[in-house]
């Protein structure tokens, strides 16, 4: 079988079999026409975890600030476990910095973690525009009164 067939049959046998390709040096034998898009899919990964990871926070957030009766060690632990992996995702993968100064960007995940929320909590009134700074959401000691 091809590289390039086995790509379509089964793409973590393919990777495999590239990655090894590349250690041995057997240039000749890569299949030229699809890593590209699979080293793009890599950077668009590491941007829908970021991503991710940041709507999971600010939905937690979200539920602080609306629901203090029900505020609890479960949450705390979620937020800083999110915080956490945002930090890390940053260290990693500095490049993906610049998306803290993007309003768009903050603004889609504000979108889904008020979807989140709103499906967690049964609440519909939150706030149509994100109402936090970066960098409080990213203070480790920082929670919405």
Do not use: C
Not at 5 to 34: C, I, K, N, P
Not at 89 to 95: A, I
């Amino acid at each position: 079988m091809t590289s390039a067939a086995r790509y379509e049959v089964d793409v973590v046998a393919w990777s495999a079999e590239q990655a090894r390709f590349l250690r041995e040096g057997r240039l000749e034998l890569l299949d030229t026409g699809h890593p590209a898009g699979e080293i793009e899919d890599v950077g668009k990964s590491e941007q829908r975890e970021l991503a991710n990871r940041m709507a999971v926070l600010l939905a937690h957030l979200l539920k602080w600030q609306r629901l203090p009766v029900r505020r609890g060690g479960s949450w705390q632990l979620t937020i800083r476990n999110q915080r956490r992996g945002i930090a890390r995702r940053l260290d990693e993968t500095p490049s993906l910095r610049p998306k803290l100064s993007d309003a768009d960007w903050w603004a889609g995940n504000w979108d889904a973690a008020i979807a989140r929320a709103a499906e967690e909590t049964g609440l519909s009134d939150f706030p149509e525009t994100y109402p936090w700074a970066p960098s409080d959401v990213l203070d480790p000691e920082w929670l919405p009164d």
